[in-house]
């Protein structure tokens, strides 16, 4: 889908192009799957972060069934957790339960187990478990954001990035 369909979606979540204007995040992660590198030390092992942003994308795919509520998500993490739970079980299906920035909020939750809080899509350039990237450097997991909503990055082909998220009807 295109834009149009971004903005005027059918349903709550669904996978789109991100075809306008818009910045890009990272979360700031510890996964704890480490590697030795030559001087001794450790670093992240890239295999790592990338089956952790499967992760991501694939645990968003749960919403998929559900519609999309305003300020859904936003509240308190054990809120949240009763939501993703739900969704988990696949109960109430079509129910309203989350908008564009609690489906990111619940999804990178999900994986990394680091919240990063009920903030609007206003407040995103100031999380501080988000960082700031090129958008050129953008992949899987990490947050594309315009002002008035974000989704998560599922792929990036040919320059053009792919997302999922979700989108208020009408």
């Not at 700031?28 to 790592?48: F, I, Q």
Request: charged share 25%; with cysteine.
């Amino acid at each position: 889908g295109g834009i149009g369909d971004w903005e005027d979606g059918k349903r709550c979540s669904e996978r789109t192009e991100m075809t306008s204007y818009f910045r890009a995040f990272t979360l700031l992660k510890n996964t704890g799957d480490t590697v030795d590198n030559e001087e001794g030390g450790e670093k992240t092992s890239e295999s790592a972060i990338s089956k952790n942003g499967e992760g991501v994308v694939k645990a968003g795919e749960i919403f998929f069934d559900y519609t999309y509520l305003w300020a859904g998500g936003h509240d308190s993490l054990e809120n949240l957790q009763q939501i993703i739970d739900m969704a988990k079980n696949g109960r109430e299906k079509g129910k309203a339960i989350l908008d564009c920035s609690g489906f990111v909020r619940a999804s990178l939750y999900m994986v990394y187990g680091i919240d990063i809080g009920g903030s609007s899509t206003s407040g995103y350039a100031s999380i501080p478990e988000l960082q700031e990237i090129p958008v050129s450097a953008i992949g899987p997991a990490d947050v594309a954001w315009r002002p008035g909503h974000v989704e998560i990055v599922t792929s990036v082909n040919d320059g053009t990035v792919h997302t999922q998220g979700a989108t208020a009807p009408g």
